[in-house]
């Protein structure tokens, strides 16, 4: 009777059963990269969280409930607008590049 025969409760082939018990460093890797790999994400997510501003969360439209569409007619190449210094300010009004 080895330290692995538990495994065979939850599914675990004889083979891999024999395998943990003669090896269980296996196990042991296992369990120490996914241990690695929550401590990486929950740093992650810290990271994110402390760095995140208040000014980078969009605020809500005052109004956008009562605001009509355009009859200009929608998509992106619409919403598109060229400003000082950008790409897009080198486009007409259709979308296109103007050369």
Do not use: C
Not at 51 to 73: D, I, L, N, R
Request: net charge positive.
């Amino acid at each position: 009777m080895g330290q692995f025969d538990w495994f065979k409760k939850i599914g675990a082939t004889d083979e891999a059963v024999a395998v943990l018990n003669d090896q269980p460093y296996l196990f042991t890797t296992l369990v120490v990269v996914l241990v690695v790999l929550l401590a990486q994400s929950g740093l992650l997510w810290f990271i994110h969280w402390a760095t995140f501003k208040p000014s980078q969360k969009k605020a809500p439209k005052k109004g956008a409930a009562t605001a009509k569409p355009s009859s200009g007619g929608g998509g992106l190449l619409s919403k598109i607008t060229g400003g000082r210094g950008s790409d897009n300010s080198r486009r007409a009004a259709g979308g296109l590049l103007q050369l």
